[in-house]
């Protein structure tokens, strides 16, 4: 079975904080990939990040980073230096390879609220 | 605007009416994603299009639910006989042809609310 854990509901910073959002995910496959979107309060979900399963070089942006362990099966998010505009919700998916073209899982989502 | 279009943005309707929806994709993207998303819950897989041929259903699309893409551009999703559990946003997603790594690009979604 493919699963997709986001532990954390609810997280909330000052800004200007560091804040790692925890992603962790299930599957027996062994060519899949792992996602990062962003929900702002607009609904339009906004695609941040594609990892394959036989990339684990972890990944800077700006002040997005990303931390891809296939040992502990996570795919971690840190938002460096948080701010204001940082504020939605965002959901870990994965897609496996023998999966369907459309189906990609997600997991709950965490609602990141960035306080001024 | 350039991006995905869906409407209407909200709809409210009474149980056991039919609703439909629908979405205008990425002029140049052949592929269209339907996804249902609860309050406090991720999006969930409805079906998905490769131009006008529906590829793929999930198990979540009932007798109820029918999608359409007709032309292979813009599609519709009609739910019939609606009940109170149908309530929850609709998205549409599309992508470039020959995409099969999951990047999709997201519509802001329909919010159906059934009394």
């Known amino acids: 079975a493919q699963k997709v854990t986001q532990a954390q509901t609810e997280i909330s910073v000052v800004e200007k904080e560091d804040v790692t959002l925890d992603c962790v995910y299930e599957t027996r496959d062994t060519t899949y990939y792992l996602f990062w979107y962003k929900q702002p309060p607009s609904g339009e979900l906004v695609f941040l990040i594609r990892r394959n399963s036989f990339d684990e070089q972890n990944e800077i942006s700006g002040r997005y980073s990303w931390n891809f362990q296939k040992s502990t099966s996570s795919f971690n998010f840190t938002i460096t230096a948080s701010q204001v505009v940082d504020s939605a919700v965002y959901f870990c998916a994965l897609k496996t390879k023998g999966g369907s073209q459309g189906n990609l899982i997600f997991g709950k989502g965490t609602k990141l609220s960035v306080k001024p | 605007d350039t991006g995905v279009s869906q409407n209407p943005r909200h709809k409210i309707t009474k149980r056991g009416q039919n609703v439909t929806f629908r979405c205008d994709p990425i002029s140049e993207h052949n592929r269209l994603y339907w996804y249902r998303q609860t309050l406090g819950q991720g999006p969930e897989f409805l079906t998905y299009f490769q131009n006008e041929a529906q590829l793929e259903k999930s198990r979540l699309l009932s007798d109820r639910f029918s999608a359409e893409r007709p032309k292979g551009s813009f599609s519709t999703l009609e739910i019939q006989r609606t009940e109170q559990g149908d309530s929850a946003m609709y998205l549409c997603?599309?992508?470039?042809?020959?995409?099969?790594?999951?990047?999709?690009?997201f519509g802001e979604g329909s919010r159906l609310t059934v009394l």
């Open positions: 997603a599309s992508s470039l042809p020959g995409s099969n790594t999951g990047e999709l690009f």
